[in-house]
C-alpha cells in the first residue's frame, strides 16, 4: 500500500518538476493551469496523508521554478510568494469563509485587480532612484535584471512626491497583445522560434543577456504592490496603490474597491466578458484584502497569502488531439502545416483547426497526428498549439513530414535552406494565385470591396485574372458573365477597383506579396524611398541600413524587383493608372546643415521619414542608418527604439520633428 502511493508521489513530483521547469524557466508550458493546480492539489493531498513521505524537494515544498543558469541573482528580502488559485464563485466565497475564520465579524472590504499576464517582478529604489531590479525566480532567489527592466519607459528611473527613502515595488511586466505579431516576424527573420503567447514573449524578453536587445522588444508594465521593507504600511491596500501613482509608478486603472464578495464575484464576471477590450492579457482576476492591518493578521502560508486569491478565467488554455496534419499553400508558395482538430471549446468558440506555421516548429514542439496538445488563443485571436502532452502520445504517432509535391499543384516543392519554409515554385499554381488575389484585395492591402475569398477564386479559376495586373483590366460585362456575379455588383466591383488604384504607395508594396513583407515592413520602405520605384531600385545595403529591416527581408525585395515577370506586372499596374509614388514636397537646396551628420528613427508626426532625410540632404546634411560617435543629431519619432537609446548612450543631440524645422530654418 505505502509502496503503491509512494511510487505515485515520486510519479506526480517528477511530472510537477518538469512542468514547473518548462513554465518558469523554459517559458514554454505544455499544460493549462487548472490541470497543472489538479496535479500539485493530488499531490498535497497524498503528502498530508502520508507526512513521512514528504520529500525534501518534493514540488509542494517550493514557491515556484529556479532563476536560470547563466544570470546573476539576488535573494528577495520579503520572498515573492504566489496566489492561491480559483476556478469558480463557490472557491471565491470559500476563501472569504477562511478569511472569516481568522478576523471574526470585522468589516471586510476587498480589492479587485485584472491579473496581467507577463512575468513578476520586483523594483528597488534607494533614495528615490531605481538601484536594482529582478525576477521572481523561485521566490527566494530571483535573477538579476536592473539594466533590462531600466529600458521599459513606464518604469521610473526616480521617484516623484514623498515616495520613502527605501521602497521595494512589485508588479507584472508584460508584452501588448498587439505587439507579439512584429516580434515574432522578427523572430522568424532571424530563425528564431516564435513566441506562443505575450506571457513568454515577456519572460524571454526581460531575460536577455543584453540590455540593447530588451530595449528593442515593445514591454510595459504596471505595478501592484510595495514590498514593506522600511516602517510597516498603514491604512488600505488601494491608498498604497494610489501613494504608488503619486510616486511615479505605473498602476493598472482597473482596480476597484468592492464592499462584498458577491461583488467581486461580479466583477470576475464583468472582465470575463471585457476581456477583449484590453490592449494587455489578462488570465484572471487578484481578489486582495484591502486593510493592510487585516492582511497581516491573515498573514501567508509558505507559498501563498491568506489574504489574496486569484480568480483564473475559464480555459484560456484547453486540451485536445490532433486528427490531421495538413500542408495548405499560401500566396508566396510556402506550405503551411494545419492541424485538424477534435473540435474543443476555448474562450466560448469552437476550435477543429489551429496553424502550426511552417515544418520546423511542428519539428521543435514535435507534433504528430495522434498526439494530446495543449491550445491556446495566443494574442486573443488565433488558436495556437503551444505544446504537446508526451505522456499522453500514442505508440505508433509518426513524426510529421512535409509532403515532397505540392497538394495544389502536384509540382514538386523545394526546401529552402536558411529558411524554415518549404515552397511550392510553380509560378501557375492556382492555389497560390487564388492567396495572392486574396491578399491584393483584402483591407489592409487594397481595400477592394467585392473582391473576397470566393469572387478571387473564380476570377483565377475562370482565367480572367492570371497576374495581379489583370485586375485592372477587368470590366462590367466580363465581370457579369462570372458565375453567380450580377451586372449591379460587378458595376460595384469595377467602382472598388477603379478606388483601389490611389492608395497608399506602402498599401501596394504589401499587396503584391514580396516575400516577407508585410505592412508594417511596406510602410518602412514607402516611409524610407517614397515610391516603388525607389524601392526597386534600392541595393540590399540601402535597404539593410533601415532600422528594423533584417537581411533576409533586403534579400526577397531585391530578388523580388530582380524579376522581369514582376517589374512587368508592376508596369502594367503604372500603366493603368495605379499611384506608385508619395508626393514628395520640392525642396530647395541650401548649406545650412552642411557637414552635420543624422540619423532618423521611430515615426515623426508629419514628415515622412523619406521627406525628413530628403530636406536635410537638400540643405547639405548627410542622413546614415546607424548612431556612432561621428553622429552629430539623431532624430527621434514615436516608437523610436535601440537607436534612441544608443543615442542617448553617446550622448549624441537628440532631436524631435519641431526642432529639426527649426534647424532647417536657421540660417
Ligand atoms: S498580487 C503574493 N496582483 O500573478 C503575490 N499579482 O501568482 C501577490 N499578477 O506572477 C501577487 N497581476 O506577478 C498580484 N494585480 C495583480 C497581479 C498579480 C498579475 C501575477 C504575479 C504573479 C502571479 C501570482
Same mark, same amino acid.
Given at each position: 500500500?505505502? &509502496?503503491?502511493?509512494?511510487?505515485e508521489?515520486?510519479?506526480?513530483?517528477?511530472?510537477l518538476?518538469?512542468?514547473e521547469?518548462?513554465?518558469?524557466?523554459?517559458?514554454?508550458?505544455?499544460l493549462?493551469?487548472?490541470?497543472?493546480?489538479?496535479?500539485?492539489?493530488?499531490?498535497?493531498?497524498?503528502?498530508?496523508?502520508?507526512p513521512?513521505?514528504?520529500?525534501?524537494?518534493?514540488?509542494?515544498?517550493?514557491?515556484?521554478?529556479?532563476?536560470?543558469?547563466?544570470?546573476?541573482?539576488?535573494?528577495?528580502? /520579503?520572498?515573492?510568494?504566489?496566489?492561491?488559485?480559483?476556478?469558480?464563485?463557490?472557491?471565491?466565497?470559500?476563501?472569504?469563509?477562511?478569511?472569516?475564520?481568522?478576523?471574526?465579524?470585522?468589516?471586510m472590504?476587498?480589492?479587485?485587480?485584472?491579473?496581467?499576464?507577463?512575468v513578476?517582478?520586483s523594483?528597488?529604489?534607494?533614495?528615490?532612484?531605481y538601484?536594482?531590479?529582478a525576477?521572481r525566480?523561485d521566490?527566494?532567489?530571483g535573477?538579476?535584471?536592473?539594466d533590462?527592466?531600466?529600458?521599459?519607459?513606464?518604469?521610473?528611473?526616480?521617484?516623484?512626491?514623498?515616495?520613502? +527613502?527605501?521602497?521595494?515595488?512589485?508588479?507584472?511586466?508584460?508584452?501588448?497583445?498587439?505587439?507579439?505579431?512584429?516580434?515574432?516576424?522578427?523572430?522568424?527573420? +532571424?530563425?528564431?522560434?516564435?513566441?506562443?503567447?505575450?506571457?513568454?514573449?515577456?519572460?524571454?524578453?526581460?531575460?536577455?543577456?543584453?540590455?540593447?536587445a @530588451?530595449?528593442?522588444?515593445?514591454?510595459?508594465?504596471?505595478?501592484?504592490?510595495?514590498?514593506?521593507?522600511?516602517?510597516?504600511?498603514?491604512?488600505?491596500h488601494?491608498?498604497?496603490?494610489e501613494?504608488?501613482?503619486?510616486?511615479?509608478?505605473?498602476?493598472?486603472?482597473?482596480?476597484?474597491?468592492?464592499? *462584498?464578495?458577491?461583488?467581486?464575484?461580479?466583477?470576475?464576471?464583468?472582465?470575463?466578458?471585457?476581456?477583449p477590450?484590453?490592449?494587455?492579457? /489578462?488570465?484572471?482576476?487578484?481578489?486582495?484584502?484591502?486593510?493592510?492591518?487585516?492582511?497581516?493578521?491573515?498573514?501567508?502560508t509558505?507559498?501563498s497569502?491568506?489574504?489574496? /486569491?486569484?480568480y483564473?478565467?475559464?480555459?484560456?488554455?484547453?486540451?485536445?488531439?490532433? %486528427?490531421?496534419?495538413?500542408?495548405?499553400?499560401g500566396?508566396?508558395?510556402?506550405?503551411?502545416p494545419?492541424?485538424?482538430l477534435?473540435?474543443?471549446?476555448?474562450?466560448?468558440?469552437?476550435?477543429s483547426?489551429?496553424?502550426?506555421?511552417?515544418?520546423?516548429?511542428?519539428?521543435?514542439?514535435?507534433?504528430r497526428?495522434g498526439?494530446?496538445?495543449?491550445?491556446?488563443?495566443a494574442?486573443?485571436?488565433?488558436?495556437?498549439?503551444?505544446?504537446?502532452?508526451?505522456?499522453r502520445?500514442?505508440?505508433?504517432?509518426?513524426?510529421f513530414?512535409m509532403?515532397?509535391?505540392?497538394?495544389?499543384?502536384?509540382?514538386?516543392?523545394?526546401?529552402?535552406? &536558411?529558411?524554415?519554409?518549404?515552397?511550392?515554385?510553380?509560378p501557375?499554381?492556382?492555389?497560390?494565385?487564388? %492567396?495572392?488575389?486574396?491578399?491584393?484585395?483584402?483591407?489592409?492591402a487594397?481595400d477592394?470591396d467585392?473582391?473576397?475569398?470566393?469572387?478571387?477564386?473564380?476570377?483565377a &479559376?475562370?482565367?480572367?485574372?492570371?497576374?495581379?495586373?489583370?485586375?485592372?483590366?477587368?470590366?462590367?460585362?466580363?465581370?457579369?458573365?462570372?458565375?453567380g456575379?450580377?451586372?449591379?455588383?460587378?458595376?460595384?466591383l469595377?467602382?472598388? /477597383?477603379? +478606388?483601389?488604384?490611389?492608395?497608399?504607395?506602402?498599401?501596394?508594396?504589401?499587396?503584391?506579396?514580396?516575400?516577407?513583407?508585410? +505592412?508594417?515592413?511596406?510602410?518602412?520602405l514607402? &516611409?524610407e524611398f517614397?515610391?516603388?520605384?525607389?524601392?526597386?531600385?534600392?541595393?540590399?545595403?540601402?535597404?539593410?541600413?533601415?532600422?528594423?529591416?533584417?537581411?533576409?527581408?533586403?534579400?526577397?525585395?531585391?530578388?523580388?524587383?530582380?524579376?522581369?515577370?514582376?517589374?512587368?506586372v508592376?508596369?502594367?499596374?503604372?500603366?493603368?493608372?495605379?499611384?506608385?509614388?508619395?508626393?514628395?514636397?520640392?525642396?530647395?537646396? *541650401?548649406?545650412?546643415?552642411?557637414?552635420?551628420?543624422?540619423?532618423? @528613427?521611430?515615426?515623426?508626426?508629419?514628415?515622412? %521619414?523619406?521627406?525628413?532625410?530628403?530636406?536635410?540632404?537638400?540643405a547639405?546634411?548627410?542622413?546614415?542608418?546607424?548612431?556612432?560617435?561621428?553622429?552629430?543629431?539623431?532624430?527621434?519619432?514615436?516608437?523610436?527604439?535601440?537607436?534612441? @537609446?544608443?543615442?542617448q548612450?553617446?550622448?549624441v543631440?537628440?532631436?524631435?520633428?519641431?526642432?529639426?524645422?527649426?534647424?532647417?530654418?536657421?540660417d
Open positions: 500500500m505505502t &509502496d503503491r502511493i509512494a511510487a508521489i515520486a510519479q506526480l513530483s517528477e511530472e518538476r518538469r512542468h521547469w518548462l513554465y518558469y524557466v523554459a517559458a514554454a508550458p505544455e493549462p493551469d487548472s490541470e497543472f493546480d489538479r496535479l500539485m492539489k493530488r499531490l498535497e493531498a497524498l503528502e498530508t496523508e502520508h513521512a513521505l514528504v520529500a525534501p524537494d518534493s514540488p509542494t515544498r517550493r514557491v515556484g521554478g529556479g532563476p536560470s543558469d547563466g544570470m546573476a541573482t539576488i535573494e528577495h528580502a /520579503i520572498p515573492m510568494l504566489s496566489l492561491d488559485n480559483s476556478y469558480d464563485e463557490s472557491e471565491l466565497t470559500e476563501f472569504e469563509g477562511r478569511a472569516r475564520r481568522i478576523l471574526g465579524e470585522q468589516d472590504e476587498y480589492v479587485c485587480e485584472l491579473k496581467i499576464d507577463g513578476a517582478v523594483l528597488l529604489y534607494e533614495d528615490g532612484a538601484v536594482r531590479g525576477t525566480g521566490g527566494r532567489v535573477e538579476r535584471i536592473t533590462n527592466l531600466r529600458t521599459i519607459r513606464s518604469i521610473p528611473l526616480r521617484l516623484r512626491g514623498d515616495a520613502p +527613502a527605501a521602497l521595494e515595488v512589485r508588479g507584472e511586466v508584460y508584452m501588448p497583445r498587439d505587439k507579439l505579431d512584429a516580434v515574432n516576424v522578427q523572430r522568424e527573420e +532571424a530563425g528564431e522560434p516564435r513566441f506562443a503567447n505575450p506571457r513568454n514573449a515577456a519572460a524571454g524578453s526581460v531575460r536577455l543577456q543584453n540590455a540593447s @530588451t530595449a528593442s522588444r515593445p514591454l510595459d508594465v504596471f505595478l501592484y504592490s510595495v514590498a514593506e521593507n522600511g516602517a510597516p504600511l498603514t491604512g488600505t488601494a491608498e498604497t496603490l501613494s504608488m501613482a503619486g510616486w511615479g509608478f505605473r498602476t493598472n486603472p482597473e482596480a476597484r474597491v468592492v464592499a *462584498t464578495i458577491d461583488e467581486a464575484v461580479a466583477y470576475c464576471h464583468e472582465w470575463t466578458e471585457r476581456r477590450e484590453l490592449l494587455y492579457e /489578462i488570465d484572471g482576476v487578484v481578489v486582495k484584502v484591502n486593510a493592510l492591518s487585516q492582511q497581516r493578521e491573515l498573514g501567508s509558505a507559498k497569502p491568506r489574504w489574496a /486569491i486569484s483564473k478565467f475559464p480555459a484560456t488554455r484547453a486540451m485536445t488531439v490532433v %486528427r490531421e496534419i495538413q500542408a495548405q499553400v500566396r508566396t508558395g510556402v506550405l503551411t494545419r492541424a485538424t477534435a473540435p474543443v471549446e476555448l474562450d466560448g468558440v469552437t476550435i483547426h489551429a496553424t502550426l506555421h511552417n515544418a520546423d516548429e511542428v519539428a521543435r514542439k514535435d507534433i497526428v498526439d494530446t496538445v495543449t491550445l491556446e488563443r494574442g486573443g485571436v488565433i488558436p495556437a498549439v503551444v505544446a504537446v502532452v508526451k505522456e502520445r500514442p505508440e505508433d504517432a509518426e513524426p513530414a509532403p515532397s509535391v505540392c497538394p495544389a499543384c502536384g509540382e514538386a516543392v523545394t526546401r529552402i535552406a &536558411d529558411e524554415a519554409a518549404t515552397r511550392c515554385a510553380n501557375g499554381c492556382l492555389a497560390q494565385l487564388h %492567396r495572392r488575389l486574396e491578399h491584393f484585395a483584402s483591407r489592409k487594397l477592394i467585392g473582391m473576397g475569398t470566393s469572387v478571387a477564386q473564380s476570377l &479559376d475562370a482565367g480572367m485574372v492570371r497576374d495581379l495586373s489583370d485586375v485592372y483590366s477587368l470590366d462590367v460585362s466580363a465581370l457579369a458573365d462570372l458565375d456575379m450580377a451586372e449591379p455588383s460587378a458595376r460595384g469595377t467602382h472598388s /477597383i477603379a +478606388a483601389s488604384k490611389n492608395r497608399d504607395p506602402a498599401r501596394l508594396l504589401h499587396a503584391i506579396g514580396v516575400p516577407f513583407v508585410g +505592412a508594417n515592413i511596406a510602410e518602412l514607402v &516611409d517614397g515610391s516603388i520605384d525607389a524601392v526597386a531600385a534600392a541595393s540590399a545595403e540601402a535597404l539593410e541600413a533601415i532600422h528594423g529591416i533584417g537581411e533576409r527581408v533586403a534579400a526577397s525585395v531585391v530578388g523580388f524587383f530582380a524579376s522581369d515577370a514582376n517589374r512587368r508592376l508596369d502594367v499596374m503604372r500603366q493603368s493608372g495605379v499611384r506608385m509614388a508619395r508626393e514628395t514636397t520640392a525642396v530647395e537646396t *541650401t548649406d545650412t546643415l552642411a557637414g552635420a551628420t543624422f540619423v532618423l @528613427t521611430g515615426e515623426l508626426p508629419t514628415l515622412a %521619414r523619406a521627406d525628413a532625410g530628403a530636406r536635410i540632404k537638400a547639405g546634411g548627410r542622413v546614415t542608418g546607424s548612431v556612432s560617435g561621428k553622429t552629430d543629431y539623431v532624430v527621434a519619432g514615436a516608437n523610436a527604439g535601440s537607436k534612441l @537609446t544608443r543615442a548612450d553617446l550622448g543631440a537628440v532631436l524631435d520633428e519641431d526642432a529639426l524645422l527649426d534647424l532647417l530654418r536657421a
